[in-house]
């Protein structure tokens, strides 16, 4: 489930090769195109993460009910396309 917090919070901007019809577990990749202003916004907050304390990875807790919720509406997604 870290894997698809991960993912939830990337917006839909990263792809999981886990998610592929031959599973590549391995390969992660931009699934936005160049330009897309989603690809932008997530630069931008991860690096504010970068220059703000307790914020980002490992500040969160990935098991809350709405994270988690999060997580599976990403699966969903990402699996049927």
Known sequence: ???????????????WGGDFKVPKESHFQI????????????????????????????AVDPFTSKRLQA???MKRKQSSS
């Open 71 to 73: 997580a599976r509406v």
């Open 31 to 58: 699934d936005v195109p160049p330009g897309d202003k989603r690809l932008d916004a997530l630069a931008n907050r991860i690096s504010g993460w970068n220059s703000t304390p307790g914020e980002g990875a490992g």
């Open 1 to 15: 489930m870290i894997l698809r917090d991960i993912l939830a919070e990337c917006d839909g901007v990263v792809r």
